[in-house]
């Protein structure tokens, strides 16, 4: 054989091994079989390396964030959204509903607090007063605020107490639900669940709170106004402002 069938040759015997299929070792991808699943990884995984080798940096698709809840789970990153505000601001409530939106877990404070200490709330200021249930909270705030993301909801004087405002800065974006007198007392007047206002007037104390605590919150990275509004168009609001772009009332379409 001369040298020049015997080029040829090799020539159309690597064309024959390099079919659609299977190529060679040195071309990176592996032989795919009949039985083997499309969605397995060893299936893509050389052809996708090889791919982002050799093609340009510009030409890499990316995914780009459209819809608000796109941009304010960018925004957000691996952060936890953490909301504080008074008692009736709905932290819980809305929450609940920005953490469906976003995708990551709802975690509620004071209900982890009863979980761990087997107590209620009330239960617990009644038997170890105020300071000492600070105390607790401050705990279980810094081990929520550990992991992330996710949305967590404080009680209404957690972000008031030095050590929890400082595991709360430091644990994520913190967002104000800021509101009127009105608001929260049409909200909490209608069950005696708040140790803090067992007084004999207490939408007086109510409002004693708010005096003292809003200058407090308004240290939160972010504020948004609560008020007797639909919840998901509150949600929207928060993930508006974690975003940073103006509220569209047409995202609640």
């Known amino acids: 054989m001369s040298a020049s069938e015997a080029l040829f040759l090799g020539i159309a015997l690597a064309i024959f091994m390099n079919k659609p299929g299977q190529t060679c070792k040195n071309g990176g991808h592996r032989h795919v079989s009949r039985g083997s699943r499309l969605d397995a990884p060893p299936a893509f995984a050389d052809t996708i390396r090889s791919y982002n080798m050799v093609r340009p940096m510009s030409e890499i698709l990316t995914i780009v964030p459209e819809t608000l809840r796109d941009k304010a789970r960018a925004a957000l990153g691996k ?12 932290k819980s409530s809305v929450g609940r509903i920005v953490a469906s939106q976003l995708g990551i877990p709802f975690i509620d404070t004071d209900n982890e607090i009863e979980r761990v200490s087997r107590m209620t709330i009330p239960d617990l200021f009644a038997a170890y007063g105020e300071q000492e249930f600070r105390a607790l909270e401050a705990r279980v705030i810094k081990r929520i605020l550990r992991g992330g993301p996710r949305v967590v909801s404080t009680g209404g004087g957690a972000f ?28 909490v007047n209608k069950r005696d669940t708040r140790p803090l206002l067992r007084t004999e007037n207490p939408k007086q104390t109510l409002e004693n709170l708010m005096n003292q605590r809003y200058p407090i919150y308004a240290e939160a ?3 948004v106004l609560s008020r007797d509004v639909r919840k998901e168009k509150m949600a929207n609001e928060i993930l508006a402002a974690v975003a ?8 609640d379409e």
């Open 221 to 223: 990275d972010l504020t």
């Open 160 to 187: 008031i107490n030095e050590r929890s405002r400082r595991f709360i800065k430091k644990g994520g974006l913190s967002v104000w639900l800021k509101a009127d007198l009105d608001v929260l007392w049409e909200r």
């Open 79 to 90: 952060r936890n959204l953490i909301l504080v505000g008074l008692m009736g601001a709905g």
């Open 244 to 251: 940073g772009i103006p509220y569209d009332e047409s995202d």
